[in-house]
């Protein structure tokens, strides 16, 4: 759910610039991950276009207690509560850069809206703001596009030529460790699917 990832506060100089990458996701889908500085924190925008159930989508996404499985800087995620849509989710990891790692723990509420989004509030960790959400968007195609948009605020003293970097990969990886996951579940439903040769 990119809940555990190690931020940048400021780029070089102050300067608030964009920072793309296109992701080698090792992936089907084309992955984009957009990072803007503001202030001490840092606005994040990655989004992908899938082919697979929405209902499928919702499933890994939603799949806390195993992201520790498939989605890379994960190392335990667990749901601490849940009251209806409402939960809590406890998340351990860590963020790698060089010889550089951070260590990352968390506890997010998460308020789901069924096959439409996820949005997630920090509630106590070593990041000082996490703030973002999850978005599902069907396409007429077929294909469904997913977006995370969130505003982060990491809690380390760590130089910016260090923290920016590591954002980057941190966030591109976890992403697209999730489009992975997405795309193998989905799988074997499209390959019964497709019309036969």
Known sequence: MLLNTLTCARLAGGLALPLVLMSPARAGADISVVATA??????????????????????????????????????????????????????????????FSYPIEVKVAAAERPYRSIDVHLLQGNLKRLDGSYRIEPK?????????????????PLPGFIRNPMLRRSISEQFAGMVREIERRAAPALAHSAPPR
Do not use: C, M
């Open 140 to 156: 007429p195609d077929g294909t469904t596009e997913l977006a995370w948009n969130g505003l982060i605020e990491p809690d380390s």
């Open 38 to 99: 503001q202030d001490a924190g840092v606005q994040i925008t990655a989004h992908a276009v899938v082919r697979a159930p929405i209902e499928l989508i919702w499933q890994t996404l939603t799949d806390y207690d195993h992201l520790a499985e498939f989605v890379p800087g994960i190392t335990s995620s667990r749901v601490v509560s849940r009251q209806g849509p409402e939960l809590v989710v406890e998340q351990k990891g860590s963020a790698h850069l060089w010889f």
